[in-house]
Structure formats: structure tokens, C-alpha cells
């Protein structure tokens, strides 16, 4: 279990593999787990006797304070174990969980001896009480530490790939957006250069933005003000074809999205939608809360007889806005897409924070 350094994203290298045991969940499952314990040792020992209740409560007592006593001292030790190698956390764990065992053994055998007396509910020896209990406890210690440490290793190679996955997903989209705002600023040089100049200052504000941490999600105003922006720049080059209509409800803070998600979508809008069409049209982008999730649609007008032709470089956009979607909120985020009414349709479902 040495530690190894690492420098990839998604890592904490001061985190410790041991998890927060001090929480109501983790007691729960110590308490199941331990009762699980003593009924196995029962059956084990002597199946379903008629002595089978009476030994499963004394024995279910003893593993409770095993399993309560263990968790405890680890629970305790976590912080002062935080920034030591893993190889320091581990043995000193292991250490601390026997002479707890040890301790609570001690505990029994002269807590109940002087009240009971030994025969009447402890009938093995006293060296043999402790020599059992220290070695399960070190047995179920090393079993549990090891399950401990394998899990947190792959849930942070999980995080490690899953924040490449987004980078990679975020770099595809980059480039593109910004060929086409570089191509609309070059159509502007020579025939309008005040527009020009301002379209730069958008699209060095759209950079700044673009650069932020593809890891963690933004808010909804954030990603709508990024929208507007692009949206400030195309309507530069379309002037009055293009028109948006905003269909925005006030939303909860908790409303956040992964940044440049509702861009590409708006992007298709206008290179699927708008431009094909010589009059132009109206993109129509509304967003509300519905049951714990934040539901966002765009739609455009659809002609049949440029979609043949624009379909497969809609497909990769939307697969891609998908794949960071599922990256960001897994199953519970969902992008479809559908033609309605002459209109295209692209609707994405996400959970609210905190509901995810």
C-alpha cells in the first residue's frame, strides 16, 4: 500500500483512503455488519439450537462493541492520519482496531465476571476469550482495510478519468467555436470595422470564460451569459435573420450546467436553422424547473431539405454535449431531440444541484 505521488486531475494527494466513519450512515453499516458477524459465528458454532436466541443477543452485544469501539477510534484518528503515507495510515489502523479488540475484551471478561461470575455467561478461558478476539478483529481489520483502500484508489481513478474525458470533450468544442467567431470576424474587417473591433472584444471575453474548469459545472446565468455573448457575434454577421426569443423562468441558484453545453446546441440552431433559410427566423430558448430538475429547450425552424445535408455535423455536436452531460450528472441527464411542427427540438434534463 505505498504511496504512490500523483499529479493527475481529480486526485487529492492529502486525501486518506480511510472513510468518514464518524457519519450516521457509516454507523448503520457497522452495526448491520457486525450483526452479520455474530449471526455467522452462531450459525457456525452451533446452528439453530434452542439456545440460538439467547447466544445470537449475548454474542451481538460483543461485536457491537467491537464494531462501535473500532469505528470510533478511527474515526478519531482520521484527521491526525491525513498527509501520511498510506503504508503509516494503514499499519497504525491496524494496530488501533486490534487493541481496541484487545481492550474490549479486557473489558468483558472483568466488567461481567465479578457480577455473573465467568461459567454462568463466558465459558472459555480468559487467555482464550482475548487470543479469539484480537485475531478475528485483526482478521476482519485487514479485510476491511483492504476493501477500504482498493475502493478510494478506484473511485479517484474514476475522478482522474472521467475530468480527462471532460477536458477531451471540452477541447473538440473549443476550436470549432472559435474558427467560427475568428470567420465572422474576418467577413466584418474590411466592411464594418468598429462591428469588427467590438466582436474581438467579445470573443476575448468568450475566451476568458472558456478557460475556466471544465470539471465542475456552472451556473445557469453563467452559461445564458456565455450564449448571449456568442449570440452578440452572430448576430453581427445575420443581422435581422436572426431573432431569439428567451423563455426564461426564474430559477433556483441551484441551477447549474457544465460550461459551453447550451452553446453548441445554439450553434446547430442557427447553422441548421437560420442559415438555410432566406428570411431567417426565430430561435426559441426557454428554461424551467420541474420536479427537483432543470429542463432547457432550443428550437429552430426545420427544412426538410437542408437537414439531409447538415445532419451529420448535428449528430456529433449533440453526441458530444451528451457525452458531457453524462460525465457531469451520469443516467440522471437526458438530451434528446425531435422535429416538431416544422421546428427542431433539442430538450436537456439535468438534477439540480443537491438533487443529483
Known amino acids: ?70 469505528a470510533g477510534a478511527l474515526c478519531l484518528a482520521r484527521r491526525p492520519l491525513a498527509g501520511r503515507s498510506e503504508r503509516t495510515i494503514a499499519i497504525a489502523s491496524f494496530l488501533l482496531v ?66 480527462a474525458r471532460l477536458e477531451a470533450l471540452q477541447a473538440r468544442i473549443r476550436p470549432h467555436f472559435f474558427f467560427n467567431c475568428m470567420n465572422t470576424i474576418a467577413s466584418l474587417t474590411r466592411s464594418d470595422p468598429p462591428l469588427a473591433e467590438r466582436a474581438v472584444e467579445d470573443l476575448a471575453d468568450l475566451f476568458r470564460a472558456s478557460l475556466a474548469d471544465a470539471r465542475e459545472p456552472v451556473s445557469f ?17 445575420l443581422g435581422e435573420r436572426l431573432q431569439i426569443d428567451w423563455q426564461l423562468e426564474t430559477l433556483p441558484a441551484s441551477a447549474r450546467l457544465p460550461l459551453l453545453s447550451l452553446q453548441p446546441i445554439v450553434e446547430n440552431a442557427i447553422y441548421h436553422g437560420i442559415e438555410p433559410s432566406r428570411g431567417g427566423g426565430t430561435i426559441v430558448i426557454a428554461a424551467r424547473s420541474l420536479a427537483n430538475r432543470l429542463e432547457v429547450t432550443v428550437s429552430n425552424p426545420f427544412e426538410a431539405d437542408s437537414a439531409t445535408h447538415h445532419h451529420d455535423g ?17 443516467d440522471d441527464a437526458e438530451l434528446h431531440s425531435e422535429q416538431r411542427d416544422g421546428r427542431y427540438v433539442v430538450c436537456l434534463r439535468v438534477p439540480l444541484a443537491g438533487a443529483a
Not at 223 to 236: A, G, M, N, Q
Request: proline share 3%.
Open 98 to 163: 486490534v487493541a481496541i479488540a484487545w481492550l474490549v475484551a479486557e473489558l468483558a471478561w472483568w466488567v461481567l465476571n465479578p457480577v455473573v461470575g465467568a461459567g454462568a455467561i463466558i465459558q472459555i478461558r480468559h487467555d482464550d476469550l482475548v487470543w479469539r478476539t484480537v485475531c478475528v478483529a485483526a482478521i476482519v481489520a485487514a479485510l476491511v482495510l483492504r476493501y477500504f483502500y482498493v475502493q478510494f484508489h478506484w473511485k479517484q481513478r474514476m475522478a482522474s478519468e472521467a475530468s
Open 221 to 237: 446565468a453563467t452559461e445564458i451569459d456565455f450564449v448571449e455573448r456568442y449570440l452578440s457575434i452572430e448576430r453581427l454577421r
Open 314 to 330: 448535428n449528430r456529433i455536436a449533440l453526441n458530444n454535449v451528451r457525452q458531457r452531460l453524462r460525465a457531469h450528472f451520469g
Open 1 to 70: 500500500m505505498a504511496k504512490t505521488p500523483s499529479r493527475e486531475p481529480g486526485l487529492d494527494n492529502d486525501a486518506v483512503f480511510l472513510p468518514d466513519l464518524c457519519g450516521v450512515h457509516a454507523l448503520f453499516v457497522v452495526v448491520i455488519s457486525s450483526e452479520l458477524v455474530a449471526f455467522i459465528v452462531i450459525i457456525a458454532r452451533h446452528g439453530f439450537g434452542p439456545s440460538f436466541v439467547d447466544e445470537l443477543a449475548l454474542l451481538s452485544m460483543y461485536t457491537q462493541w467491537l464494531g462501535l469501539s473500532s
